[in-house]
């Protein structure tokens, strides 16, 4: 019974702690967007002064004949305009004049006529250009005297709009200063909260170890599992651990029982009997038979599927949302009312994606649907939205079925980046050896349901006994 | 110069006109405009009647498309359930004169209770068996309507007079206005659930249970959702269905609306909220509007049926994504075409081979 209430208080502190955690990420993440967002109101501010200042100076500048860079721009444009329609009517005549070639001879008027055209296009252009460049004055001023007063005004207003602007700087930077301190508190306070339920939590819970005496690097353990279909026993007493930080590879032949173990694990079997444990963190220690399907991606264990199973309807990025589903807080009625809340994780966890999509090299497929995409790319976007969830422990099922050479060559380097940028744990089934022996720290091979050897890829490619399972080899 | 001027009026303009709330809102203000011609008399009150009843017609569709289109869902009960809000509202305004807070408090609950009920239902059977289930539900409440005369007054109908709020009578013009305002706000409430976590979590679970719930989408929560959220559409249009027919009969409740508001979301298009409207006009409206005032079909009002029947093979057989994808294949089928022609003008003006 005492040991009861202490795992819930236990759990209760745990979960406590995951929140703060969360909590400061939310306010971490969404700094630099907020950020973003300030800087992009300034900007336009500063572009909407400069509008009016320009709107002040544009008709005093066009009296005096000397127009402001942007009236300068603007008629350069113009005149650019002017020149391809131009060009385009002088195509026109020469493929009428082509066409009528192509009836017959042309006579001597139609030459004549044909040129005088063209002339007369040219000299239109050229008039119509210098009325862009030199506008007619329409001012009661002189132009001298018009300078004079351009000149006055053009100093003055130059110099109130270079003060604005820097006034516009300063608070932008005081408001980018105060957003920053009033996060910086926030998080300090959170760390301080963080740090104290941490402290008791290592004081007054004992490393909780399950059932099972869990050594600190293991990061999952799988005792005397078993798992009978009917007749068929298709994993048989097997017990293996799976290290903390390593890529773990299951290999076997067909029917060896490989994916049996992974839905043991994911939960959608129920093994026969076996017990699998977990290191949820420092402290705790679960054992996963207890935990429902969907519970499994809280503990931080996610996987992929071997064919892939994609949200055909959604968008890359909003499949990748999809699997960040346990990372949202926002409860139902925050959804239907769309709250500030809601928008700020969403666009937090939009960032995120976008960032795993970056890592990925798959950003230009961001807002693509999936379907239709090359199988190659369908795999990355399943590896991609497993990283949304925070794992601890990524599993993969065939992460290279069906890919060419060059796509598992990019996996494996993909695999080890995940594992080093993301610090987790993989634990994948594969049929492609060259993979297997090139990225696993370990390798397990079984058959039948049965262990045959575990060790170091070398190891595992000298063994007798697998070197029998795949080759058939007398052994 | 002014050019940067404009570009900051269309920017804004842009991000007003593309807000996904926007076309929504103005449908709503145009009908506004419409029934106030109605009152008018600039249109006839029948036509009005018939478009106030594609509103809620809408409602009780969009929250079928939650079902079918999204959760993957399929259900037959959608009669009973409108029914069933009907009648909570005769009863508890109409026959007891209860005041309308408490009218919706009840009504909102037994949604929920309901919902939860076949949602929960709908964990063990799914796809062909759970439509028969809810279709069973819904022929057992409507057998309930007609023998609970104490509650329904059994098949002669209950009729309704109005709504009491704050002690007075709430005059019909309100009870018009308050379906537009809620046929908006029902709009805009479906669309910040599909764009949301929950809408997209319904999708992954309509594609496939187990990559859904290995994404930490629990069935249970979001398959009892799902029917709680049409179960409670279609008791609001419920609500204002006897507000503005003011009339209830079991009769009204049978397998045939169900069907038919199947029919108008699967014509329409599951996924579109544009879409759902347009098959609500098509199967509903369409017959209200047009036909009626067409001299075959007033002799004969149930050849209509056979127009719906025509409708639904052709969309099913041709544009399985309803006719909303028709329209998106056709928009973009003239796109390509002016693109087309204009090259080929230019090719003739301009000898471009580009």
């Known amino acids: 019974m005492a040991k009861m209430i202490e795992r819930m208080l236990l759990r209760f502190r745990l979960s406590g702690l995951g929140r703060l955690r969360s909590q400061k990420n939310m306010i971490e993440s969404y700094l630099p967007i907020r950020e973003e967002i300030v800087r992009q109101r300034s900007a336009r501010a500063i572009q909407w002064m400069e509008f009016l200042h320009e709107a002040k100076m544009a008709p005093l500048g066009n009296a005096a004949g000397r127009p402001t860079a942007t009236v300068a721009a603007a008629r350069e444009a113009k005149v650019q305009a002017l020149r391809d329609r131009y060009r385009l009517k002088e195509k026109a005549l020469a493929q009428t004049r082509k066409r009528a070639e192509a009836k017959g001879p042309l006579s001597p008027e139609a030459i004549a006529g044909f040129e005088e055209s063209g002339r007369k296009l040219v000299e239109s252009r050229d008039r119509r250009i210098a009325a862009i460049l030199a506008p007619s004055r329409r001012s009661s001023l002189s132009e001298a005297e018009a300078l004079r007063k351009f000149l006055e005004v053009e100093t003055e207003q130059t110099e109130i709009l270079a003060r604005k602007k820097a006034a516009l700087r300063a608070k932008e930077e005081k408001h980018l200063d105060a957003i920053r301190k009033r996060a910086a508190r926030q998080i300090a306070h959170l760390d301080g909260k963080i740090a104290a339920l941490r402290k008791m939590v290592l004081e007054r819970h004992p490393a909780q170890t399950g059932d099972a005496d869990l050594p600190e690097n293991v990061l999952l353990r799988l005792q005397n599992l078993s798992m009978r279909f009917g007749g068929l026993l298709a994993v048989d007493n097997l017990s293996f651990d799976v290290k903390q930080g390593e890529i773990f590879g299951l290999i076997g032949p067909n029917g060896a029982g490989k994916t049996t173990i992974f839905n043991c694990i994911t939960r959608f079997y129920r093994p026969t009997s076996g017990e699998m444990f977990y290191r949820r963190n420092a402290v705790e220690v679960i054992r996963l038979n207890d935990f429902p399907v969907h519970q499994i991606i809280r503990q931080g264990i996610v996987r992929t599927f071997q064919n892939v199973e994609l949200v055909w309807e959604l968008s890359v990025l909003d499949n990748l949302l999809v699997a960040a589903h346990t990372v949202y807080r926002s409860g139902f009625f925050a959804q239907l009312l769309h709250t500030p809340g809601l928008r700020r994780e969403e666009n937090v966890l939009k960032a995120k994606a976008l960032g795993v999509l970056q890592t990925l090299g798959l950003s230009a497929y961001a807002y693509a649907f999936p379907y239709g995409l090359p199988y190659g790319i369908l795999k990355k976007i399943e590896l991609a939205r497993t990283l949304m969830a925070n794992p601890r422990l990524i599993i993969l099922d065939e992460p290279a079925a069906g890919l060419n050479d060059k796509e598992t060559e990019e996996l494996a380097v993909l695999i080890r980046k995940i594992r080093d940028d993301y610090k987790c744990t993989i634990f994948l089934v594969e049929h492609d050896m060259g993979l297997v022996m090139d990225i696993c720290d370990t390798v397990c091979a079984i058959s039948f349901g049965r262990m045959l050897a575990i060790g170091t890829p070398a190891a595992i490619q000298a063994d007798p006994l697998v070197r029998a399972a795949y080759l058939g080899e007398a052994s | ?354």
């Open chain 2, 1 to 354: 110069m002014l050019g940067t001027f404009w570009k900051e009026v269309r920017g804004t303009l842009s991000r007003v006109v593309k807000h996904p709330y926007f076309g929504f809102i103005l449908l709503g203000v145009a009908l506004l405009i419409v029934r106030r011609f109605a009152e008018l008399g600039m249109v006839s009150p029948s036509l009005y009647k018939s478009i106030s009843s594609m509103m809620i017609y809408s409602i009780i569709a969009l929250g079928f498309s939650l079902l079918l289109g999204y959760a993957g869902l399929a259900s037959l009960g959608t009669a009973g359930f409108v029914g069933l809000g009907t009648y909570f509202i005769g009863h508890f305004s109409g026959t007891l004169q209860k005041p309308f807070g408490i009218t919706l408090l009840v009504a909102l609950g037994g949604a929920i209770v309901l919902g939860a009920v076949v949602g929960f239902v709908s964990l063990r059977i799914e796809g062909m068996y759970l439509a028969i289930i809810t279709l069973g539900l819904s022929e057992i409440l409507k057998e309930v309507f007609k023998s609970f005369t104490a509650f329904t007054n059994g098949v002669t109908g209950l009729t309704f007079r109005n709504f009491m709020m704050f002690g007075k009578p709430v005059p019909d013009a309100a009870v018009d206005q308050a379906i537009i305002l809620v046929f908006v706000l029902v709009i805009i409430a479906t669309l910040n659930i599909i764009n949301s976590p929950t809408g997209r979590a319904l999708l992954a679970m309509k594609n496939s249970d187990s990559a859904a719930q290995s994404m930490g989408i629990g069935l249970m929560k979001y398959r009892l959702l799902a029917f709680v959220l049409a179960t409670v559409y279609a008791v609001i249009a419920g609500l204002l269905y006897m507000a503005d027919i003011k009339f209830s009969i079991p009769g009204t409740w049978s397998l045939d609306f169900s069907l038919n508001i199947l029919a108008a979301v699967v014509v329409g298009g599951a996924q579109s909220i544009l879409g759902i409207l347009l098959g609500v006009f098509m199967i509903f409206g369409l017959n209200m509007t047009v036909l009626q005032n067409i001299p075959f079909f007033r002799q004969y009002p149930d050849a209509t049926w056979i127009l719906s029947g025509v409708l639904i093979i052709l969309v099913t057989m041709f544009y399985p994504g309803g006719l909303i994808r028709l329209l998106q294949a056709l928009r973009l089928k003239i796109i390509l075409l002016v693109r087309n022609l204009r090259k080929r003008w230019r090719k003739y003006r301009y000898g471009e081979d580009d």
